[in-house]
């Protein structure tokens, strides 16, 4: 039996809440995006038969799910960036076959509605680092590429 002390001090503290031992609704959606993602690239990798896809390298940079987890956005990156578009008509139309292949990889009641976006900011990122390095180097920070220091080197000869 708790003395009053006892009893006091723990009333006194936290109350304890159904939800201190149950993750967030959050977590749990970063998790499925998550899981989501990986498995939306997996299918990706088994292979596209479609032509529009031929030579281009797809990679899922995110997956987002909408609140009521009845869509998922997944941002796709594609090089070369001219064919980004064609791409993403060729996921849209493959669309029930990479369900299929989600399936296989995950274990989820009810899969989502997909929907592809096209995200250029791996190309951006690039575009950054090459106009940063390009900086650094006309300012004598860093040394130049070993092709620039190589012709460099000849014209010295």
Do not use: Y
Not at 34 to 62: K, N
């Amino acid at each position: 039996m708790l003395s009053n002390f006892n009893r006091d001090s723990i009333n006194a503290g936290h109350t304890m809440n159904r939800n201190d031992h149950e993750p967030s609704d959050e977590r749990t959606a970063g998790r499925l995006s998550s899981a989501l993602r990986r498995a939306m690239q997996s299918a990706i990798a088994e292979g596209l038969s479609d032509p529009r896809v031929e030579g281009c390298l797809i990679s899922v940079l995110d997956a987002v799910m909408t609140p009521d987890r009845s869509t998922v956005r997944f941002h796709i990156s594609v090089l070369p960036g001219e064919r980004g578009m064609l791409a993403i008509a060729a996921l849209r139309h493959a669309s029930g076959r990479l369900k299929a292949g989600m399936i296989k990889k995950i274990e989820i009641r009810r899969l989502p509605r997909l929907e592809f976006q096209l995200d250029d900011s791996l190309k951006k990122q690039a575009a950054l680092d090459a106009a940063m390095h390009a900086a650094s180097v006309s300012r004598g920070e860093i040394p130049a590429d070993d092709s620039t220091q190589a012709a460099s080197e000849q014209d010295e000869i």
